[in-house]
């Protein structure tokens, strides 16, 4: 069984580019989410994605942005890139539902670094 | 006050050693708890889940719940050098995401 898969793994833009990350989340699997990562703040949750649909959203700037597909596969969009933006990306997956037992695994990331 | 707080590290253990880590959360509404270990470079990955009180055992990994004292812990027994990462204490909030502690470094020494 794949896991979460994230493209591109790494990338490099220029202050005030945007940028598309794209992720498809493990087989059978509805929900997605995003997450930052950086040294100073650590893991901070971006957005969450079920059935295309936004159920809830992290404390960020309206310049990140997000989808979900009919398929499931989600993309998340930086616009306005500043170099504070620059972190690892991670997408997780889960099979979402109100039991406890739904587990979110990660993928493996994408590593945005902005000049 | 934060969500999820863990005990600042870093730790060093000697091989063979126990490592304890600790994390407590504020929501007492929350029901589900996991333990993802991070190496330098890579992608978190599960290593444990707990959503009852009481402990859980997973090979050399014991993860530990207390609800009433809102507080989770993961012993990793015979420590080994692979056991060397940081460990990222999350706490499922409203079904939708994981509150995440800072992280704890744990360094073993052979």
């Known amino acids: 069984k794949a896991g979460v898969t994230q493209t591109p793994r790494y990338l490099i833009k220029t202050r005030g580019q945007q940028v598309t990350l794209s992720c498809s989340p493990i087989?059978?699997?509805?929900?997605v989410s995003w997450y930052q990562q950086t040294p100073g703040q650590g893991l901070q949750f971006l957005f969450e994605y079920f059935s295309e649909t936004q159920r809830n959203k992290g404390n960020f700037p309206g310049r990140f942005s997000g989808r979900q597909f009919s398929n499931s596969r989600s993309e998340m969009n930086v616009s306005t890139l500043e170099l504070g933006d620059s972190a690892l990306y991670l997408c997780a997956s889960s099979s979402s539902g109100p039991t406890p037992g739904n587990t979110i695994y990660f993928g493996e990331g994408s590593w945005l670094t902005v000049v | 006050q934060k969500e999820v707080e863990q005990n600042s590290g870093p730790l060093s253990v000697p091989e063979g050693a126990i490592a304890s880590l600790n994390c407590t959360y504020s929501d007492r509404g929350s029901q589900s708890f996991f333990w993802y270990r991070q190496y330098s470079g890579k992608s978190p990955e599960l290593i444990m889940s707990?959503?009852?009180?009481g402990d859980k055992e997973d090979g050399r990994f014991t993860a530990q719940l207390n609800k009433a004292s809102q507080y989770v812990s993961l012993l990793i027994r015979d420590s080994q050098p692979s056991d060397s990462a940081t460990y990222l204490c999350?706490?499922?909030?409203?079904?939708?995401?994981?509150?995440f502690g800072a992280g704890t470094t744990v360094t073993v020494r052979a």
């Open positions: 999350a706490v499922k909030i409203n079904d939708y995401k994981l509150s």
């Open positions: 707990i959503y009852s009180n």
């Open positions: 087989s059978g699997h509805r929900s």
